[in-house]
């Protein structure tokens, strides 16, 4: 069964400090990995799209990592901000005939306090 | 990147009282749009996926005659809620891909309060 796993579920974090999210996942055959910023009562916004080739891939900020063999990615925010509260979902695309089949993880809910 | 829009933002009925809910793709071609519910502090949960022109696939537990799945045209797609009861009540995001575009763009969500 496809599955994508966060860790932690949720995080508080001073503005300014960097934080780290994981995210494992059981999804074949492996297309891509994205990470999205949901805020709250709103759609999720990409954050970073990677292939299977790609081991890092930044976006300002926002840097995320993959590791094909291991199944694992992070997403590393520095400087944090108060507008980087929100939850931030991890999403892997299988390969399926006709198309790609996403599979979302739970998210991480991220907090940035003053 | 692509933008995609939702209409209403939000929207509260009665019970036994249909809500229709609309998604456009606003500045490219969808030739799929996808619906999704999320419960509180849950993740997004697939319902169905339409490709324009032809009937919707529904995934496994999503009951097609209480959720209308309408893509008639490449930038809209129309999910109608008949008959809505209270544990209706849910955020409904849709997305959509297409015109070049590989990967899916979100809308900015509905909320459905079924009172």
């Known amino acids: 069964k496809n599955q994508v796993e966060q860790s932690p579920q949720s995080l508080i974090i001073l503005e300014g400090k960097n934080c780290t999210l994981q995210c494992n996942y059981t999804v074949s055959p492996f297309s891509n990995l994205r990470w999205y910023k949901q805020d709250t009562g709103r759609g999720p916004v990409s954050l970073t799209i990677?292939?299977?080739?790609?081991n890092t891939k930044s976006n300002g900020r926002y840097t995320a990592t993959l590791d094909a063999d291991t199944k694992q990615s992070s997403l590393h925010i520095t400087a944090s901000q108060l507008s980087d509260s929100a939850s931030y979902i991890c999403v892997v695309s299988a390969n399926r005939g006709g198309g790609n089949k996403l599979t979302f993880g739970t998210g991480t809910q991220l907090k940035v306090e003053l | 990147g692509a933008v995609v829009s939702q209409h209403p933002s939000w929207v509260i009925c009665k019970s036994g009282t249909s809500v229709k809910i609309e998604c456009r793709s606003l500045d490219f071609q969808a030739t799929t749009m996808f619906w999704y519910r999320q419960f509180p502090k849950q993740s997004l949960m697939l319902m169905a996926t339409?490709?324009?022109?032809?009937?919707?696939?529904?995934e496994q537990g999503v009951e097609k005659d209480k959720f209308l799945i309408n893509h008639a045209s490449l930038t809209l797609s129309t999910l109608t809620v008949t008959s809505a009861h209270p544990e209706d009540s849910s955020f409904y995001i849709c997305?959509?891909?297409?015109?070049?575009?590989?990967?899916?763009?979100f809308g900015p969500g509905t909320r459905l309060t079924v009172l």
């Open positions: 997305s959509a891909s297409g015109g070049g575009w590989v990967e899916q763009f």
């Open positions: 339409s490709n324009e022109g032809s009937k919707a696939t529904y």
């Open positions: 990677m292939t299977f080739s790609e």
